[in-house]
């Protein structure tokens, strides 16, 4: 039986495990089956962490980054990337080579520097390569407002932030504010060198672990099924609050989004 037209479109993740299941790839195959895609986890590093913080963490060898993409590639049509934790300079510096290869595949780059609560996942080298090589491939990049001042630290404001993180190559940026002292969330959409849209949304209770991966793998996932980038950038912050809203406190520390509250939503619970 052809099936070709039912089969769902592929997204290849660059993400590390979380144990927890609340971030890192769970939190991407999840959000990706969620928008009707395939997810092709790559994992870039393992974790020791609970759903209060990184107790520690380990890079996986780039060679074996390499060798668990380039099996995927040389079978499955991959119609977009989602680059979230890296772990080290030398498997940043592999996913750019694999990138470098698909030129017409959109990139959604999560900018993983810390854990919520300060644990540094990605140290200076890795950061520096990061930006040269990676940012420059981004369809769409996604910092929080704590990471985009930290990688624009000469700005002193958000919107200087963006405009020098967009000098550093990437088509889209966008700037989420759950860290700002707002009434509500405010996400600002930057592109073409200049502010192009602002989204409020309100703000929600608690602390959640997870969100930012959520809400790059959904854009990467409305990516694929061929949205343009702006409206793919809207309707994955609707999905992303929908998840937030529905989060569960499983564990001691932050709420784990609940990214298949459609579920229930659709079967009229």
């Known amino acids: 039986m052809d099936n070709e037209l039912e089969n769902p479109p592929v997204v290849m993740v660059f993400a590390g495990n979380d144990p927890t299941g609340g971030a890192g790839i769970q939190a991407d195959i999840e959000t990706l089956a969620s928008q009707g895609c395939h997810a092709a986890p790559v994992i870039t590093a393992l974790t020791a962490q609970d759903t209060e913080g990184v107790k520690d963490f380990m890079a996986v060898e780039a060679t074996l980054v390499i060798e668990q993409a380039r099996a995927v590639l040389d079978d499955l049509a991959v119609a977009a990337f989602k680059i979230g934790m890296l772990g080290s300079r030398a498997i940043a510096e592999a996913v750019h080579t694999i990138l470098k290869d698909y030129p017409g595949v959109p990139v959604v780059l999560d900018p993983v520097l810390t854990s919520a609560r300060g644990y540094e996942l990605a140290d200076e080298p890795l950061r520096e390569v990061m930006i040269?090589?990676?940012?420059?491939?981004?369809?769409?990049?996604?910092?929080?407002?704590?990471?985009?001042?930290?990688?624009?630290?000469?700005?002193?404001?958000?919107?200087?932030?963006?405009?020098?993180?967009?000098?550093?190559?990437?088509?889209?940026?966008?700037?989420?504010?759950?860290?700002?002292?707002?009434?509500?969330?405010?996400?600002?959409?930057?592109?073409?060198?200049?502010?192009?849209?602002?989204?409020?949304?309100?703000?929600?209770?608690?602390?959640?672990?997870?969100?930012?991966?959520?809400?790059?793998?959904?854009?990467?996932?409305?990516?694929?099924?061929?949205?343009?980038?702006?409206?793919?950038?809207?309707?994955?912050?609707?999905?992303?609050?929908?998840?937030?809203k529905h989060a569960h406190r499983l564990g001691k520390g932050q709420y784990l989004p609940n990214r298949l509250f459609w579920v229930k939503h659709e079967s009229g619970e």
Not at 132 to 147: D, I, K, M
Not at 156 to 170: F, H, K, N, P, V
Not at 220 to 225: R, S
């Open 132 to 244: 040269a090589l990676l940012f420059p491939l981004a369809t769409v990049l996604t910092p929080n407002s704590l990471e985009a001042r930290a990688l624009a630290s000469s700005a002193d404001t958000l919107d200087a932030c963006a405009q020098q993180i967009m000098e550093y190559g990437s088509e889209f940026v966008l700037i989420t504010g759950t860290h700002e002292n707002t009434p509500e969330v405010v996400n600002t959409l930057y592109g073409n060198h200049r502010k192009l849209e602002t989204f409020h949304w309100e703000r929600l209770p608690g602390s959640y672990h997870g969100s930012g991966c959520t809400l790059a793998s959904a854009i990467a996932g409305m990516l694929a099924h061929g949205l343009e980038p702006f409206t793919a950038i809207h309707e994955a912050q609707q999905y992303t609050w929908g998840a937030l």
